[in-house]
């Protein structure tokens, strides 16, 4: 369902029983205002008014001396009206019932109207509209927009692509040719690690399903199982609660015990380096830290530990604020200090922001509780993407089904 209506732009700041602090004679752009399945946008009409001209009760021309087309306007934007319906409806009857996106919508309005032509987009034109928002939203789940630079480099990386091996990448040009030529230049020629070049990939996907879902597109291709995104496991270390109280004791410089701090933050919260300032005492309540996250909107609540009481307190309730890379930087040089400290084989030098989220993670698992409660602490979704954090090793994992048998023999001796 649709709803759609005709309003002056910014006319909800115009007040008539504020006339004389207003300027009623502006000349303001009629805006057509449309809602459905939770998207919004505004479309404008071609036509303008006066305040003073406009009716607010029924949102069209008045009729009056001083508006003598006020007849033909209205029709015209009646007109408007019921073809942005039509074209709502012609779009989900040829989209399996699937909503268009706001601008999706507006250029197939503006071209039913003829206020547009219909121009034929090739790949990368829509690659940059999608970078730009002028498609798809890409930070409709991010206000940093955070997945923003990964689809800009991608872009960059198939023009590169076209003009070193001179050839044409379009949307009738993507097969499984295609595929493996450029699998091949980004792990051989650009020497890309597996998960980066499956990221590439992943986003040349993305773009091509939207393309698919604006009518752009008719090459699925790229939906063949031989169109595969790139992967590989990872070594990722994590801090059991010994090394994070020994990294807590690390005596370090003013700069370095900054991220330190941060990182301990993320550590004894579960969040991920994008909500690492929203840990501050107005996001707790009752000794739980509340918040909703930036990356999925998920809200999630975690009790707060002694370690984030006396950091917020260090720091007067404001954690100071670090770019990303300079923490993973200083994080290496934290790690090798570390190493010096900690005996055993684990390599701290591979410590990065999301370390701290992968020990809560699993030092959580450690302290018997389950998935499922640790999950609405971190946020995760799916017990799937969970248990990618959980980096327990064998020992510990065996000390954990003794403890566990341990509670079942008591249990039964209870009873």
Not at 162 to 189: C, E, G, M, P, Q
Not at 204 to 209: D, E, G, I, N, P
Not at 256 to 268: E, G, N, P
Not at 385 to 397: A, G
Request: charged share 25%; with cysteine.
């Amino acid at each position: 369902m649709i709803k759609t209506n005709f309003y002056l732009k910014d006319s909800q700041g115009w007040n008539p029983q504020k006339k004389k602090k207003q300027k009623t004679h502006n000349i303001t752009p009629v805006v057509l205002h449309v809602h459905y399945q939770n998207q919004r946008g505004r479309i404008y009409s071609g036509y303008s008014s006066k305040p003073s001209n406009w009716n607010f009760e029924n949102q069209r021309y008045k009729t009056t001396k001083a508006v003598p087309n006020a007849i033909r306007l209205n029709e015209r934007l009646n007109h408007i009206r019921s073809t942005a319906e039509a074209v709502y409806l012609d779009y989900l009857r040829a989209n399996d019932n699937k909503a268009p996106a706001p601008a999706v919508f507006k250029e197939k309005l503006q071209i039913a109207l003829n206020m547009k032509a219909e121009t034929d987009l090739d790949l990368f034109s829509f690659f940059q509209q999608v970078i730009d928002h002028k498609i798809y939203d890409l930070g409709e789940r991010s206000k940093r927009n955070s997945d923003v630079p990964t689809f800009e480099v991608t872009l960059q990386c198939l023009k590169e692509y076209a003009s070193t091996k001179r050839v044409r990448v379009d949307f009738d040009t993507i097969d499984l040719d295609f595929y493996h030529n450029w699998k091949k230049y980004l792990l051989d020629d650009l020497g890309l690690k597996k998960n980066t070049a499956g990221t590439r990939i992943k986003r040349l996907k993305s773009v091509l399903a939207r393309a698919t879902a604006a009518g752009i597109n008719k090459n699925l291709m790229y939906t063949d199982p031989g169109f595969k995104v790139l992967a590989e496991e990872v070594e990722n270390i994590y801090l059991n609660e010994k090394e994070l109280e020994a990294l807590t004791d690390l005596p370090l410089n003013e700069h370095l015990s900054v991220i330190r701090d941060l990182f301990l933050c993320l550590a004894w919260t579960g969040q991920r380096e994008g909500d690492l300032y929203q840990i501050r005492p107005g996001n707790i309540h009752n000794g739980t830290l509340q918040i909703k996250q930036t990356k999925t909107g998920t809200r999630t609540s975690v009790p707060v530990h002694q370690e984030v009481e006396r950091i917020l307190h260090k720091y007067n309730g404001v954690l100071p604020q670090r770019a990303q890379q300079y923490i993973n930087r200083a994080l290496k040089t934290i790690g090798a200090e570390l190493q010096k400290k900690v005996k055993g084989d684990k390599d701290f030098s591979l410590m990065a922001s999301h370390t701290g989220r992968r020990s809560f993670a699993t030092n959580m698992i450690l302290r018997g509780y389950t998935a499922l409660e640790v999950m609405s602490a971190t946020g995760h979704k799916t017990e799937r993407e969970f248990y990618k954090y959980l980096k327990m090793s064998p020992t510990e994992m065996g000390s954990k089904m003794r403890m566990a048998f341990k509670n079942e023999v008591t249990l039964r001796k209870v009873n």
